[in-house]
């Protein structure tokens, strides 16, 4: 299928602006699905950086819905998501790992040594190493295809918080234990009951192994999202709007958006 889509450029980045959120998720999935192709051609394999919230639950549906119909396996495919809540067991329906064994890992045939989710049960002293393995792993696996990401209202990619850092410094960061922001913990404050019950720290793979990714694919929907998508593709490059570092990689990187989202572009 393909969809009619108007595209831009902004700050050397590619963005694909279509009317609402079906179609940007059926866009990502139609450019995520080129990707595993041409991974698979070259490599026989596949490694995608995943994301959760709301706005992946469609690319999921219809990626699920590929391989129902079997168009799509994951056999030669190994996944790594962008984040997870800490302290957090797997089993809680609140985790990461348990939104994608709900929205994906348990309707296709990946592996499940294949399925990595950042463990928010390591205790808190093995925290690091965790972390470090984690970008090592990734590393190891020969680095990220495309890194699926969307972004936070104040701008977070993963769960890479605005911060006073300097840029380069920020560009560093690797994947690590962090505070939550006030507008993140917002944001989660229905799925947790309350903005008292929300988690308040996670582990969020770091800036630097999102831009290694050979590609990157950002999907933003709905006007709650248009400020912080205008000013990461027409503003300044800050830490305080950490999806700006995307900038960086100008070339490897498309946003897919819907018009509400795209409301704040010139
Ligand atoms: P959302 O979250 O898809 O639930 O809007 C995106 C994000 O915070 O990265």
Known sequence: MSIPFRESDYSGMK???????????????ESILKVIQS??????????????????ETVYAHLVERHRTGFLSFQNITTYNLDEYYPI????????RSYMHRHLFSHVDIAPHRAHVLDGTVPEAYVAEHAAQFDHWIEADGGLDVQLLGIGR??????????????????????????LHMITRADAAREFGGV???????????????????SILMIATGAHKA????????????????????QTVADKVTWVLDEPAAQGLP
Request: proline share 8%; hydrophobic share 45%; charged share 15%.
């Open 227 to 246: 400020e912080a998508v205008a000013c990461a593709l027409n503003g300044p490059m800050t830490a305080e709007l950490p999806a700006s570092l995307l």
């Open 39 to 56: 991974a698979q051609d070259e490599r026989g394999r596949a490694v995608l950086g995943l994301a959760t919230g709301s706005t992946p």
């Open 196 to 214: 008292d019950h929300v988690i308040p720290r996670a582990l969020t793979v770091g800036v630097a192994s999102i831009l290694a990714a050979r």
């Open 15 to 29: 963005v694909l602006v279509v009317p609402d959120a079906w179609q940007a998720s059926l866009i990502a999935v």
């Open 154 to 179: 104040n701008g977070h990619v993963g769960f890479n918080e605005p911060t006073d850092l300097p840029v380069e410094q920020a560009l560093r960061l690797a994947t690590r234990l962090v505070e």
């Open 89 to 96: 067991s797997p089993l809680d329906p609140k985790s990461y």
